[in-house]
């Protein structure tokens, strides 16, 4: 069965750092382009982050500078690491495998990112 | 960056059809796909490819893709059905290349 498990989501204060991972199941990472993607409360979906097959990365600029995407083949995983993190990117985050003609599927369950003093 | 505009929200009632559209400009260039979140879910894919259906997804569910406009139609709409639906496109000419739509709220009367 293909699934995706987020983690690592959790409080954290203004100008604080986070790290979140993607573990798959059922299909390999690193042959496929992963994205992450974030849903502030009672927001829409907001893309954030791709890395493709190759290796090669692409941001939003809401996150450029700041948010980092990679993966560990080994792990079978990908990672989120946000740094610099504001109230405004408060939310709940999901990774997501994007398959042919860029369709976001599966979706992992999300984690929830709070920043609060 | 490319924008993608919905209707904030539609009702309908049990038995009758929904019709969520979907405005963007050269859409006829674009494939569009559909996602359904209900509360506290992860989205799920309905249709892709403008009208093809995930296995899973039931009949009820189609799209089309005309002009400037994508429409996601639900048929025989069930109490199930109420849901947050997006569309979201591809647009190689952005740097913001993955765009999803403003998203609809689908109530069921």
């Known amino acids: 069965e293909v699934q995706l498990v987020e983690s690592g989501g959790g409080l954290v204060q203004p100008g604080g750092s986070l790290r979140l991972s993607c573990a798959a199941s059922?299909?390999?990472?690193?042959?496929?382009?992963m994205s992450w993607v974030r849903q502030a409360p009672g927001k829409g979906l907001e893309w954030l982050s791709v890395?493709?097959?190759?290796?090669?990365?692409y941001y939003a600029d809401s996150v450029k500078g700041r948010f980092t995407i990679s993966r560990d083949n080994s792990r079978n995983t990908v990672y989120l690491q946000m740094n610099s993190l504001r109230t405004q990117d408060t939310a709940v985050y999901y990774c997501?495998?994007?398959?042919?003609?860029?369709?976001?599927?599966?979706w992992g369950q999300g984690t929830l990112v709070t920043v609060s003093s | 960056s490319y924008v993608l505009t919905q209707p904030p929200s539609v009702s309908v009632a049990p038995g009758k059809t929904a019709r969520i559209t979907c405005g963007g400009n050269?859409?006829?260039?674009?494939?569009v796909h559909w996602y359904l979140q209900k509360p506290g879910q992860a989205p799920v894919l309905v249709i892709f490819?403008?009208?093809d259906r995930p296995s899973g997804i039931p009949e009820r569910f189609s799209g089309s893709n005309s002009g400037n406009t994508a429409t996601l139609t639900i048929f025989r709409v069930e109490a199930g059905d109420e849901a947050d639906y997006y569309c979201?496109?591809?647009?190689?000419?952005?740097?913001?290349?993955?765009?999803f739509g403003t998203g609809t709220k689908v109530t069921v009367l």
């Open positions: 997501a495998r994007v398959g042919e003609l860029f369709v976001f599927d599966p």
């Open positions: 059922g299909f390999i990472v690193s042959s496929n382009y």
């Open positions: 890395i493709n097959d190759g290796g090669t990365t």
């Open positions: 050269n859409f006829g260039s674009k494939s």
């Open positions: 490819n403008d009208s």
């Open positions: 979201q496109v591809w647009d190689n000419f952005s740097d913001h290349p993955y765009v």
